[in-house]
């Protein structure tokens, strides 16, 4: 930093230690906000992990289904439910999970149902196809909005537009590791990967056609799938600022401490000089 006076050394220092203090701020906001999502999480994970199963188990016991969300519809349309958040400054969260998808998307005949601000401007800059722009915000979608996405998903399914049905999200392992990762939704016949490990088969019994309890089931989990997708996607977004938020502290701290040795070096510099001119003149 030759030639920079002491002064202009004084205004980067407080410029700095003006933006730790917003990035201190934001790591609280986050690391508060994570702690309910983290809570959420918990909540959500045995009902996630139960009906996923649940259904796995049904597809892969019951040999004689004639309901179409057992086979796929190849003329049908792949579609990606995107879940990405309405904010940047949370490290890799978005960018991870956005190239996930588009590698997946290379080649396909596909359509993606973005929830998230970040997801939505990624994919409409790239011109793929965005089936609704009606959950832009993340944070604003509730259990409610989930289980209504389902019901219009599987009529458009049955219906023969979308043939595949996949979701990204991100899946929150711990503070410090969050995976992106992609799930196949429908048609069931993709979920049946279980089924050597299983030891013994049962047949279940259905109170009604089978087709009817499928009917009335199918969408429900698809609901359920997607609101634990979303409270994973929403823990691990907050756990990423946080993470990103404290190492940008870090950051200005070191840098503030860099400036403020240079700022010292140029002090003693400038009364060095000025002892110096003081004893050639007298």
Do not use: H, W
């Amino acid at each position: 930093m030759a030639g920079v006076s002491t002064k202009e050394i004084k205004t980067r220092i407080r410029s700095m230690e003006s933006t730790k203090q917003i990035t201190k701020a934001m790591e609280m906001v986050a690391a508060s906000k994570l702690r309910r999502a983290q809570a959420r999480v918990e909540n959500s994970r045995p009902y996630f992990g139960i009906l996923y199963d649940t259904i796995c188990k049904i597809v892969r016991d019951n040999r004689d289904f004639s309901s179409p969300y057992i086979q796929g519809n190849p003329s049908g349309k792949s579609l990606f439910i995107v879940i990405a958040g309405d904010r940047g400054l949370a490290g890799g969260y978005n960018s991870n999970i956005l190239k996930l998808v588009q590698s997946e998307l290379e080649g396909k005949d596909a359509m993606v149902l973005p929830i998230g601000k970040k997801a939505l401007d990624f994919f409409k800059s790239r011109n793929v196809p965005v089936l609704t722009a009606a959950y832009a915000e993340a944070a604003e979608v509730d259990i409610g909005d989930c289980f209504s996405m389902a019901k219009t998903l599987c009529a458009r399914y049955l219906s023969g537009e979308i043939g595949e049905i996949r979701v990204a999200y991100t899946n929150f392992v711990s503070v410090l590791s969050q995976v992106p990762e992609t799930k196949a939704l429908l048609p069931l016949q993709s979920l049946q990967l279980s089924q050597e490990k299983q030891p013994y088969r049962c047949d279940t019994l259905y109170e009604g056609d089978c087709e009817e309890v499928f009917a009335a089931i199918v969408p429900e989990y698809l609901g359920g799938i997607l609101y634990g997708a979303l409270s994973e996607s929403l823990a691990a977004e907050q756990a990423a600022r946080r993470s990103a938020m404290d190492n940008a502290t870090q950051n200005a701290e070191d840098m503030i401490a860099d400036l403020s040795l240079k700022f010292n070096r140029a002090r003693q510099a400038a009364i060095t000089q000025e002892i110096t001119e003081i004893v050639a003149g007298s």
